[in-house]
């Protein structure tokens, strides 16, 4: 077969794209003798063609690539318009499981995406606190548990702790303990809150280590990746959506422009 017989049988999208992927394979990775010995060679006239295929077609392989990307983003865009109209339409759908404190009418919402070992999540918190204060009569905050395991090590074992004491109806004092105590966050301080808010210690330590715990975690965390989150701390409030350590008068402003 030479090599425009193949070209014409690579050009549906799919058939490109598995060249693309081998070709990668062979140039990055190639085949090793363990590999030929154990029946898994690729064909070396096979190999020859898909690169000289490369070699003349990369504008192809780019064009490809590009239209990969434009698909996942407007994938992305209508996971996040369709989320957003949720919010709007049906708020304790979008809400699920999450612990919520404030109003409970729930007509406007705050979702918080946050990580305990984040700094940026402390800062917010401290201006979420006083918004909170001000406004806890008619805003609801859900809390959306986002631990950023690759940097932060304790994220994840402190969002098990604030799950657990969630089952005893203490999530948002010991999200606060949390909070407050950051630099601290480790087995000493998950301990020493749970006792301060007189938990039962067998439950919570249970509580925390069980699969619930992870499969509810799980369930935020994909939520966050579905929306395209990248970071901490992230807020929906009623289809508006801002980040990072936000200042109490922005937030302020974000509401007004809801109320109208």
Known sequence: MNVSTIWRKLRSQQAFCLAALLAGCLVFIGCSPAQSGAGNSVDPKLKEQVLQIIRENPQAILESVQAYQQQQQQSLKAAQESFLQQMKSNPKSAIGDSPTTGSASQQIVLLEFSDFQ??????????????????????????????????????????????????????????????????????????????????????????????????????????????????????????????????LSEMESILASISK
């Not at 000493?188 to 938990?199: E, M, T």
């Open 118 to 247: 984040c700094p940026f999540c402390a800062r917010a918190y401290d201006t979420v606190k006083q918004f909170m204060a001000k406004h806890q009569d008619k805003v609801t905050l859900a809390y959306k548990h986002f631990p950023l395991t690759s940097i932060h090590p304790q994220a994840l074992p402190a969002a098990k702790a604030a799950w657990a004491a969630g089952q005893q109806g203490k999530f948002w004092e010991y999200y606060s303990a949390l909070f407050e105590g950051q630099k601290e966050l480790g087995e000493p301080l998950y301990g020493s809150i749970a006792q301060k808010l007189n938990l039962k210690l067998d439950k919570f330590n249970t509580d925390r280590n069980s699969p619930a715990a992870e499969a509810a975690i799980a369930k935020d965390v994909q939520l966050a990746q579905k929306l395209g989150i990248e970071g901490t701390p992230f807020f929906i409030m009623n289809g508006k959506t801002f980040s990072g350590a936000i200042e």
